[in-house]
């Protein structure tokens, strides 16, 4: 998967209404930090009134400190709208707080990009975490803003199924629809990099060959650039 191609899926999510969460894998240092901040000025640009919170890294382990973060980069702006400062027992009831207090004549489009720690395998975090994502899908708020969220990081997916099915509650998300592979970034990303290390002139050599013995995994790239 490309990032426009990702980009435009999550443009279609976000004026359709299809899905309001979106999960995205990929193994560690394969770009995602990099990829959420394209991402973050690309939606700003696309969508008028559009509040991009961070990109945020999370703990699923600590869900209060998720919804607090949430809550402190929209007060920074100015749009906590009725959220005070307190526990959240979900993200649904945080939103439900903050979108009560938004004009409905100015409806906004908020999305929040978050981003997990590498490697996780606490199956049972991360299941309360996408099933407490999940439920946002719910909201329907009287302002006409809409909340959504993107959550990038490396997961095993076998694991939360099982939690799942043992809690008998529905997987937070369908492969292939609001669910997407991230390998690592394209060509032009790493030729990109290469010249941001100051080698404009080799570029044209460097570039492809990185992006072929690192398999589009940036972290990779920058090791090799800095031999």
């Not at 976000?14 to 309001?20: G, K």
């Not at 699923?60 to 526990?87: F, K, T």
């Not at 395998?121 to 993107?150: G, K, M, N, W, Y």
Request: with cysteine.
């Amino acid at each position: 998967m490309l990032r426009e191609d990702l980009r435009d899926r999550l443009f279609r999510m976000i004026r359709h209404q299809t899905f309001t969460s979106y999960y995205l894998n990929g193994p560690p240092g394969s770009g995602k930090s990099r990829l959420l901040n394209w991402l973050a000025g690309e939606l700003q640009e696309e969508f008028l009134r559009c509040v991009v919170i961070g990109p945020l890294g999370v703990a699923p382990d600590r869900p209060e400190g998720i919804r607090s973060a949430i809550r402190a980069s929209l007060a920074e702006l100015g749009l906590a709208g009725d959220a005070g400062e307190g526990e959240y027992g979900s993200l649904s009831d945080l939103w439900t707080q903050v979108l009560s207090g938004q004009p409905r004549d100015l409806p906004r489009t908020f999305v929040c990009l978050l981003e997990l720690p590498s490697r996780l395998s606490d199956a049972v975090a991360l299941q309360r975490l996408f099933s407490d994502i999940r439920a946002t899908e719910a909201l329907r708020p009287d302002t006409r803003s809409s909340v959504h969220h993107l959550i990038a990081g490396s997961w095993f997916t076998a694991p939360v199924r099982r939690v799942c099915d043992d809690v008998n509650i529905s997987f937070p998300y369908s492969e292939d629809r609001n669910n997407g592979l991230w390998t690592g970034v394209a060509l032009q990303e790493i030729m990109e990099m290469v010249r941001e290390d100051g080698r404009s002139d080799l570029v044209d050599a460097h570039g492809p060959l990185l992006r072929e013995i690192t398999g589009g995994h940036p972290s990779a790239a920058k090791d090799i650039l800095a031999l």
